[in-house]
Protein backbone atom coordinates (compact mmCIF):
# COMPACT_ATOMS: atom_id res chain seq x y z
CA UNK A 1 0.00 0.00 0.00
CA UNK A 2 2.67 2.11 0.00
CA UNK A 3 3.34 3.27 3.45
CA UNK A 4 6.73 3.54 3.60
CA UNK A 5 7.81 0.60 5.90
CA UNK A 6 6.39 -0.71 9.21
CA UNK A 7 5.94 2.66 10.67
CA UNK A 8 4.84 4.51 7.93
CA UNK A 9 5.75 8.15 7.10
CA UNK A 10 5.06 9.89 10.32
CA UNK A 11 6.62 6.91 12.21
CA UNK A 12 9.30 7.30 9.76
CA UNK A 13 9.37 11.48 10.21
CA UNK A 14 9.03 10.61 14.24
CA UNK A 15 12.38 8.23 13.99
CA UNK A 16 14.19 10.65 12.53
CA UNK A 17 13.45 13.21 14.66
CA UNK A 18 14.44 11.16 17.65
CA UNK A 19 17.42 10.28 16.16
CA UNK A 20 18.50 14.35 15.39
CA UNK A 21 17.53 14.90 19.11
CA UNK A 22 19.59 12.27 20.56
CA UNK A 23 22.50 13.36 18.26
CA UNK A 24 22.07 17.12 19.28
CA UNK A 25 22.08 16.26 22.76
CA UNK A 26 25.34 14.39 22.55
CA UNK A 27 27.31 17.64 20.55
CA UNK A 28 25.83 19.98 22.88
CA UNK A 29 28.36 22.59 24.48
CA UNK A 30 27.15 23.26 27.75
CA UNK A 31 26.31 19.27 29.37
CA UNK A 32 23.24 18.38 31.44
CA UNK A 33 25.98 17.78 34.47
CA UNK A 34 27.68 21.40 33.98
CA UNK A 35 24.27 22.78 34.01
CA UNK A 36 23.20 20.87 36.94
CA UNK A 37 26.04 22.03 38.71
CA UNK A 38 25.59 25.99 37.88
CA UNK A 39 22.03 25.14 39.01
CA UNK A 40 23.62 23.63 42.54
CA UNK A 41 26.13 26.46 43.25
CA UNK A 42 23.25 28.96 42.60
CA UNK A 43 20.99 27.54 44.79
CA UNK A 44 21.99 23.95 46.43
CA UNK A 45 18.57 23.02 46.81
CA UNK A 46 16.69 23.70 43.01
CA UNK A 47 16.44 21.11 40.73
CA UNK A 48 15.03 21.78 37.03
CA UNK A 49 13.08 19.49 35.01
CA UNK A 50 14.00 17.51 32.13
CA UNK A 51 12.23 19.88 29.98
CA UNK A 52 13.68 23.18 31.38
CA UNK A 53 17.04 21.44 31.15
CA UNK A 54 16.88 21.15 27.77
CA UNK A 55 15.44 24.90 26.83
CA UNK A 56 18.19 26.47 28.73
CA UNK A 57 20.96 23.71 26.97
CA UNK A 58 19.29 25.06 23.76
CA UNK A 59 19.72 28.69 24.75
CA UNK A 60 23.06 28.06 25.51
CA UNK A 61 23.83 26.74 22.63
CA UNK A 62 22.75 28.92 20.43
CA UNK A 63 24.41 31.88 22.26
CA UNK A 64 27.66 30.49 22.11
CA UNK A 65 27.10 29.59 18.64
CA UNK A 66 25.93 33.23 17.53
CA UNK A 67 29.06 34.85 19.63
CA UNK A 68 31.74 32.96 17.84
CA UNK A 69 30.33 33.60 14.18
CA UNK A 70 29.77 37.17 14.99
CA UNK A 71 33.28 37.07 16.59
CA UNK A 72 34.33 35.21 13.87
CA UNK A 73 33.03 37.58 11.09
CA UNK A 74 34.54 40.59 13.05
CA UNK A 75 37.60 38.94 12.65
CA UNK A 76 37.82 38.18 9.25
CA UNK A 77 36.56 42.03 8.60
CA UNK A 78 40.15 42.76 10.62
CA UNK A 79 41.45 40.42 7.94
CA UNK A 80 43.36 38.25 10.95
CA UNK A 81 43.64 34.56 10.75
CA UNK A 82 42.73 34.46 15.18
CA UNK A 83 39.38 34.92 16.83
CA UNK A 84 40.10 37.67 19.73
CA UNK A 85 38.49 38.25 22.54
CA UNK A 86 37.48 41.54 21.37
CA UNK A 87 36.09 40.35 18.50
CA UNK A 88 33.56 38.62 20.50
CA UNK A 89 33.02 41.46 23.43
CA UNK A 90 31.57 43.05 20.57
CA UNK A 91 29.23 40.97 20.43
CA UNK A 92 27.76 41.18 23.64
Not at 32 to 46: G, M, N, R, S, T
Amino acid sequence: SGGGGTFGKAGAAAAAAAAAAAAAASERLVSHKALQDLVKQVHPDERLSQEVEEVLLDMADDFIDSVTAFGCAIAQHRRADTLESKDLLLHL
